[in-house]
């Protein structure tokens, strides 16, 4: 897709290079535009956090759009297996994604993400966290890092594991449903 970016970046600046002549306009010794690298610099930025969808719709990019709000249906192995609800954000772009995480008793913000999509079983998200118990938590929970990895069923449902470091030993499962598309 980079390589895509480039060519239609040094068409363009020719394109409007040769607009110029045609039209009699000289532009000031200072003033460069449009050049190649500026082009492709607004075509990188526009296709990494808008172009990408629609080129996705047309069958171009293969990477599964997951943004949006999510609900979740999760259990713990603390405590005998306890389960929680949660609401999760993910917002993505091209080339990044961000998760957020939040339960009654704590937020988990993504440390790093990755969509993982040539998988035999599908598509998965990877992310690594880091959890901070809000002030209503149980005393024994404090801030740790953990790791998840989620299973996309279909564009609308996720589901998967978990697992805490080691200070805290805790593993579970997570179902997520997609409820919007947009972000807050």
């Known amino acids: 897709m980079v390589l895509g970016i480039a060519l239609v970046s040094v068409g363009l600046a020719y394109g409007f290079h040769w607009l110029m002549l045609h039209m009699n306009i000289q532009a000031p010794w200072w003033v460069e535009l449009p050049s190649a690298p500026g082009i492709a610099g ?25 943004q949006g709000q ?3 249906d999760g259990y713990t192995s603390f405590e005998q297996k306890r389960s929680f609800k ?4 993910i917002r993505q ?3 990044h994604i961000s ?7 704590s937020i988990s913000r ?10 035999p079983e599908g598509a998965f998200l990877i992310y690594h966290y880091r959890n901070e118990p809000k002030p209503n938590a149980m005393k024994t929970m404090h801030a740790h890092r953990g790791t998840a990895l989620l299973r996309l069923k279909n564009d609308e449902f996720m589901e998967g594991e978990y697992y805490t470091g080691r200070d805290r030993q805790n593993y579970g499962g997570l179902t997520l449903r997609r409820v ?3 972000c807050r």
């Not at 993504?110 to 998988?119: D, E, G, H, K």
């Open 110 to 119: 993504s440390l790093a993400a990755s969509l993982s999509f040539n998988q």
């Open 86 to 89: 949660a609401k999760v954000i």
């Open 70 to 72: 999510w609900e979740v």
């Open 180 to 182: 919007s598309k947009t």
């Open 93 to 95: 772009t091209w080339t």
């Open 99 to 105: 998760v957020y995480l939040e339960t009654e008793q």
């Open 42 to 66: 607004v075509l990188y930025e526009a296709f990494d956090k808008w172009l990408w969808r629609w080129f996705r719709k047309i069958g171009i990019v293969k990477i599964p759009d997951i």
